[in-house]
């Protein structure tokens, strides 16, 4: 008698079905072929989703980049433009300072901290924004008047409060004066 059937006449004997009866090694092999995950598939999917989890991370590694730019921007442009004011008043106190006496070196003084501010500035990336002779612009000026002048019509004539920009940001826009051109002469009315 070989093996398979030794293993039968047993199960027989012993009361159990065929169910019941283990199979032989070669037979579980074919099953398990069947059964087995592929290999190979399950790599790719594996690597697709380790791919789109890199993609993942990278995105939200910019993301987080650029919402810490966002911030710091809004940072330093909030402490640039409170310190504006000050630039204002040394400016005032230059072109009210006296030029002649004691005060000559205190202006002397003040007139090089303004300067080293402007550079600080500067450095920083703030500018000036241009106002004097150019075109209104109500993106960088603000109109606080408007004067009869020889320039044209719309021309800045006058700049009240220097304006400064922060990269593609405008801190504060210039307060100026606008010409409207030159008055006419009254004109006589129908009465």
């Known amino acids: 008698m070989d093996e398979q059937e030794k293993e039968a006449k047993t199960a027989e004997e012993s009361g159990l079905g065929d169910e019941d009866v283990v199979q032989p090694a070669a037979d579980m092999t074919a099953e398990a072929d069947n059964q087995a995950p592929d290999w190979e598939q399950l790599a790719a999917e594996r690597y697709e989703q380790l791919v ?83 075109p209104f612009d109500p993106r960088f000026h603000e109109a606080v008047q408007q004067v009869d002048s020889d320039e044209p019509e719309g021309t800045i004539v006058e700049e009240v409060v220097r304006g400064f920009q922060w990269r593609d940001r405008v801190l504060r826009a210039s307060l100026v004066k606008v010409s409207q051109g030159r008055a006419t002469e009254s004109e006589p009315t129908d009465a």
């Open 52 to 134: 789109r989890l890199r993609a993942d991370f990278d995105n939200f590694r910019k993301r987080m980049d650029r919402e810490r730019d966002e911030w710091m921007a809004r940072i330093a442009e909030s402490l640039l433009t409170d310190l504006l004011p000050v630039y204002d008043n040394l400016e005032r106190a230059v072109k009210f300072m006296p030029t002649e006496g004691e005060a000559k070196a205190w202006r002397v003084g003040v007139e090089m901290t303004l300067k080293g501010f402007e550079e600080a500035l500067g450095r920083l990336g703030v500018t000036p924004i241009a106002a004097v002779g150019q």
